[in-house]
Structure formats: C-alpha cells, structure tokens
C-alpha cells in the first residue's frame, strides 16, 4: 500500500506541516503553502497545479502586513480537480469532489461537487446500488 505518491515539481513552504493520510496522489506542479497545516485524508486525488494557501493577509489596510494562518483540512476520498485552489480555514468533506479552476473559501460537504469562483455547490453524489 503507498503511502503518498507525488509527481514533481512539488512547492511547499516547509513541508512538515503536510498531514497525509494513505494512498494520497498528489499531481505535478502543485503548491502547498503549509504553515498554517493542511491535512488530506486517505485516498484522496488532488489535480496537477492545486494550491492549497493556509496564509492570508489582514484586510485592514495599516494591518495588511499581518499574516493569518488557519489549517486546511481535506478529508478521504476527495477528488480536487486540476488548478483548484483552496483557501485555508477550509474543511472539505468525505467523498467530495471540487471541479478543476474552482476557488474554495468555504466548507464543503461530504459528498457533493463544488465548481466555480468562488465554488458553489452544484450537486450532491449519490451512492450507486
């Protein structure tokens, strides 16, 4: 069983703030931006070019230099689509799939599609029989 399988090139900030779970892929050219934490579940899919951000900037514009860090956490069986990128403070549920180019600034729900800028959910995935 692998552990993590990652094409290259890969960025990160530092690296050691990346949680995986088993059998993540993760594709080329993605940036990780680790310091606030990100944590994929198992078997999750995440496209080439993804960006997952845990740093954002104060809006106030004497306080812009101010850096905020909130973890972004992925959950098992995701599938991320290529060039999505993900905001921190982020929580994606299980078996969600997040459609290539979205931007995600909000939560989503276990097992639904999210698409767009910024990602609205646009369906829910059934389970098949």
Same mark, same amino acid.
């Given at each position: ?6 094409? #290259? ?26 310091? %606030? ?9 995440? %496209? +080439? ?9 104060? #809006?106030?514009?004497? +306080?812009?230099? /101010?850096? +905020? ?31 290539? %180019?979205?931007?995600?600034?909000? /939560? ?11 990602? !609205?959910?646009?369906?829910?995935? !059934?389970?098949?029989?």
């Amino acid at each position: 069983m692998k552990v993590c399988e990652c094409f #290259l090139p890969f960025y990160s900030d530092f690296g050691r703030n990346i949680h995986l779970g088993k059998n993540v892929f993760i594709n080329g050219a993605c940036h990780f931006q680790d310091q %606030g934490g990100i944590y994929i579940g198992d078997n999750t899919l995440i %496209g +080439h070019a993804c960006v997952l951000a845990t740093l954002n900037h104060d #809006l106030l514009p004497e +306080h812009r230099g /101010d850096l +905020h860090m909130e973890a972004i956490k992925i959950g098992a069986n995701v599938w991320i689509g290529s060039n999505a990128t993900i905001l921190g403070g982020v929580s994606i549920g299980d078996g969600a799939v997040v459609a290539a %180019g979205a931007v995600v600034s909000k /939560d989503v729900p276990p097992m639904s599609i999210v698409a767009g800028v910024p990602a !609205k959910l646009i369906k829910t995935i !059934k389970e098949q029989k």
